[in-house]
């Protein structure tokens, strides 16, 4: 299973931007894909998850401001983010998780988001 995201750069306090991530390979259904983001120094965190059935689940400091979907035909999870923050600065990584069996936990390779103030 690989993870390709797509989507960061820089952009403006206040600014919006949309990131992608599609996962290719995967040959079971039933499973979570989301972002993560990590910035310098600091632990890696949850911005968003949602499930194959729709359901989502935000970080605290996003909620508001960003929107997950997914199109499940196109095993392709969005990331919408609005009025973006120079502490959202971070690199953004996307991740797919299966937690029944057969389990994955697939992480892509991280996309720079950088909001300059």
């Known amino acids: 299973v690989q993870l390709q995201a797509s989507g960061g750069g820089l952009v403006q306090a206040g600014g919006s931007l949309r990131l992608s991530c599609a996962a290719s390979g995967m040959p079971f259904s039933n499973y979570v894909m989301g972002w993560y983001r990590q910035a310098p120094g600091k632990q890696r965190d949850l911005v968003a998850v949602?499930?194959?059935?729709?359901?989502?689940n935000y970080g605290d400091s996003v909620k508001g401001r960003i929107t997950i979907s997914r199109d499940n035909a196109k095993n392709t999870v969005y990331l919408q983010m609005d009025s973006l923050k120079s502490e959202d600065t971070a690199v953004y990584y996307c991740n797919l998780k299966r937690r029944i069996t057969p389990q994955y936990d697939v992480w892509g390779q991280g996309t720079l988001v950088t909001v300059s103030s």
């Open positions: 949602i499930s194959s059935g729709g359901t989502r």
